[in-house]
């Protein structure tokens, strides 16, 4: 009996819907995309409606060729990749490549990685949404269009090598900009006065509290010492009383469960993963992980997503956890819904939460790693959190009339505090801040104070203070701004930044984005002579014109056709006008062996290279290393294995003494000793590794 082939995207997805599915279902993986543009053309016909030529990769020929076979011998083939537009568009391409006139194919799509979630979806097929593909084609075509066109003028005017990207350039040119409000910025100094306030009953109790402006309502601004003294004068003068007291109960909601964005947000703010970290991380909880007796099950929902939107089952589910843990009262009287915050975002999406909120973090602590976990409580607290009652405080405020002797004028200073009377969930959960998101500052528990109440001045604490420019992006503020924007999509955040920091076109400065003197001097020639393609205005546009073929109200080639006019213009300007810009060379602490000269960094058609300073009367070259922290294991050989890329662009590790020793592996070392013999550990898939003398295999550590 013939059984239904189902292909996936990751072997791990695979072995998850295995188990589901049954044994009438043979499951293989494309391991993401099997059809790309080429890599040495443009392989868009621009003159023929932008018609697109794909190619199967070499590296994927041998897989293509399987999945064709295992389609031939099937009933029916099940295209069950991703929920979204490249999900789409790799179902299709898997269509294109592997179809058979005489084989029913059918679409299945499902948010989540559950028993009940898949035979729902396979019991309601579809065909491919052709739409979505068109969509996904666009992005393609329209970014190799930049890509290709936009980069080999970077090489000629800048440094070879270089490349653009249509999203990742406006990425670019929000952090440049940053950097430069920063570098502009002057600062301004200003004081602030606080004053220590004795109470006459209580007996013993203080108040610090805070000048704020004068009687009439007026704002202080207090700018130098000589102004500061001046009140400071004036208030150990004055008369104190109380002016008022006012104590409101406020409740405070919990945040909604997590989209991708502030998933990615919350996991730097927390963790300090990168994007790129989370979203990893995320695609393992999802596809599915081993626990226990239950097997390999998905552990969350579909982590790329922009919708808050809850099934309804899983809200009861979590309102029934919550009455059960916590008690009745932290559970409110009616279900939250939260509304979509971002444009455009897909409904027919769900949040990211847990597949089911019984699997508390505790019960996985054995089956996950400590990223797994932490990303997986994470999620777990925030889904739960987002169900439970508000947060109720009390909110006291008090002002206090300094009166001054002569003129009976007077200062107003503050003072006040927050009393939580009911946790509600933050009892579970407490969302994160950004550096310029901090909140007012609460003094601690204030006495019981009354209009008219008599105070009796301390001290005063006067403090010199200046303003601070606006901090530099963090990953977590960066995609916060490219979402507000309406730059990218889900799907693309972590992209966006693993990709501007990969040219080194930005640096990580303890966790904050600064712009390198290279990402600087692209941006600029960038912005100035594309303004029109490299500014947030037209890449939202672009990102909303994208969604609009997705929802079949424009067509692709039309919304290529006027993206391309443009930009066409564009590149015809700016290979006349784009000016050669020469970049120091990078400095590096080796001598040349030759004569002595610091070697120094330069870029060719491989990419980095070492190269004497003083070329051309030397010209001692050498290969860019990237150290293991491994010594070479060749007897008598005192050289260390570097990282090596060869003139195929692919990475491989060697001794760097060569040519004296040639040593050389195309698996990563790793920098510990194999446990069976001492031989040499290197990297053997994911998380594994494998000795390179002996038969051990084993779980790489953290």
């Given at each position: 009996m013939k059984k239904n082939l189902v292909i996936v995207e990751s072997p791990a997805k695979a072995k998850t819907l295995g188990r589901i599915l049954g044994k009438e279902y043979n499951l293989k993986a494309s391991m993401g995309h099997i059809r790309d543009l080429p890599k040495?053309?443009?392989?868009?016909?621009?003159?023929?409606?932008?018609?697109?030529?794909?190619?199967?990769?070499?590296?994927?020929?041998?897989?293509?060729?399987?999945?064709?076979?295992?389609?031939?011998?099937?009933?029916?083939?099940?295209?069950?990749?991703?929920?979204?537009?490249?999900?789409?568009?790799?179902?299709?391409?898997?269509?294109?490549?592997?179809?058979?006139?005489?084989?029913?194919?059918?679409?299945?799509?499902?948010?989540?990685?559950?028993?009940?979630?898949?035979?729902?979806?396979?019991?309601?097929?579809?065909?491919?949404?052709?739409?979505?593909?068109?969509?996904?084609?666009?992005?393609?075509?329209?970014?190799?269009?930049?890509?290709?066109?936009?980069?080999?003028?970077?090489?000629?005017?800048?440094?070879r090598g270089l490349s653009a990207g249509r999203v990742q350039?406006?990425?670019?040119?929000?952090i440049v900009e940053r950097e430069r409000e920063i570098d502009k910025f002057t600062p301004q100094e200003y004081w602030t006065i606080e004053a220590e306030l004795a109470t006459e009953t209580p007996a013993d109790a203080t108040v610090r509290a805070s000048l704020v402006g004068l009687g009439d309502g007026t704002k202080l601004e207090i700018q130098n010492r000589k102004e500061a003294d001046g009140i400071c004068d004036e208030l150990r003068e004055a008369r104190y009383r109380v002016g008022g007291v006012r104590t409101k109960k406020v409740s405070r909601r919990p945040a909604p469960p997590f989209i991708t964005s502030t998933l990615q947000q919350e996991a730097w703010r927390r963790f300090r993963f990168s994007a790129k970290q989370t979203m990893s991380l995320a695609q393992q909880l999802y596809e599915g992980l081993t626990v226990g007796d239950e097997g390999s099950v998905g552990l969350i929902t579909y982590m790329r997503t922009d919708s808050t939107r809850v099934a309804r089952s899983a809200i009861v589910e979590t309102r029934e956890f919550i009455n059960s843990r916590y008690g009745p009262e932290f559970v409110p009287a009616h279900a939250r819904s939260f509304t979509k915050a971002v444009k455009g975002a897909q409904e027919a999406h769900e949040a990211i939460r847990p597949t089911r909120i019984g699997r508390e973090p505790s019960l996985l602590q054995p089956y996950l790693n400590k990223m797994q976990l932490k990303l997986y409580q994470l999620i777990w607290q925030r889904m739960v959190a987002s169900q439970m009652s508000d947060a109720i405080f009390d909110n006291t405020s008090i002002e206090i009339e300094a009166i001054r002797p002569y003129d009976s004028g007077k200062y107003i200073l503050k003072a006040s505090s927050s009393v939580i009377k009911f946790p509600g969930f933050m009892s579970l959960y407490i969302a994160g801040k950004d550096e310029d998101?901090?909140?007012?500052?609460?003094?601690?528990?204030?006495?019981?104070?009354?209009?008219?109440?008599?105070?009796?001045?301390?001290?005063?604490?006067?403090?010199?203070?200046?303003?601070?420019?606006?901090?530099?992006?963090?990953?977590?503020?960066?995609?916060?701004?490219?979402?507000?924007?309406g730059i990218g999509r889900p799907s693309t955040y972590a992209t966006i930044l693993s990709t501007i920091i990969d040219r080194e076109y930005v640096n990580k400065d303890k966790g904050s984005l600064q712009p390198t003197e290279l990402g600087i001097i692209v941006n600029d020639q960038l912005t100035r002579h594309?303004?029109?393609?490299i500014n947030v205005e037209f890449t939202a546009r672009m990102e909303e014109e994208l969604d609009e073929i997705g929802s079949r109200k424009r067509g692709w080639v039309e919304v290529l056709d006027d993206f391309y006019a443009p930009f066409d213009e564009s590149l015809k300007s700016a290979a006349e006008l784009m000016e050669k810009v020469k970049i120091a060379d990078e400095q590096t602490e080796e001598s040349c062996p030759r004569c002595g000269k610091p070697l120094v960094v330069k870029y060719g058609r491989y990419g980095k290279f070492l190269s004497c300073s003083g070329y051309p009367e030397c010209k001692y070259t050498r290969s860019y290393e990237i150290k293991t922290g491994v010594n070479c294991p060749e007897t008598g050989c005192s050289g260390s294995i570097v990282e090596k890329i060869n003139k195929k662009k692919r990475t491989f590790y060697g001794c760097n003494r060569w040519p004296e020793c040639n040593f050389a592996i195309n698996t990563r070392p790793i920098p510990r000793p194999c446990p069976k013999c001492g031989g040499l550990l290197t990297l053997y898939r994911r998380k594994q590794t494998k000795c390179t003398k002996c038969d051990y295999k084993g779980k790489l550590e953290e």
């Open positions: 040495g053309a443009i392989g868009v016909d621009i003159a023929n409606s932008f018609a697109p030529k794909y190619v199967v990769p070499r590296i994927k020929s041998k897989l293509v060729k399987e999945l064709k076979e295992a389609a031939k011998t099937a009933a029916a083939v099940y295209l069950a990749t991703d929920p979204d537009r490249e999900g789409e568009a790799i179902a299709w391409h898997l269509y294109e490549v592997t179809r058979s006139d005489r084989k029913p194919y059918h679409r299945v799509v499902f948010h989540e990685i559950t028993e009940e979630a898949i035979k729902h979806a396979f019991k309601q097929p579809r065909s491919i949404d052709l739409e979505l593909v068109n969509a996904q084609q666009a992005r393609r075509i329209m970014d190799r269009l930049v890509g290709y066109k936009i980069s080999p003028l970077l090489w000629k005017k800048v440094r350039s406006v990425a670019l040119r929000i998101e901090e909140e007012e500052k609460k003094s601690p528990l204030l006495p019981h104070l009354e209009r008219g109440n008599k105070l009796e001045l301390i001290e005063l604490f006067p403090e010199q203070r200046f303003t601070q420019p606006p901090p530099r992006f963090t990953e977590a503020s960066l995609i916060k701004v490219l979402e507000q924007n594309f303004a029109n393609i």
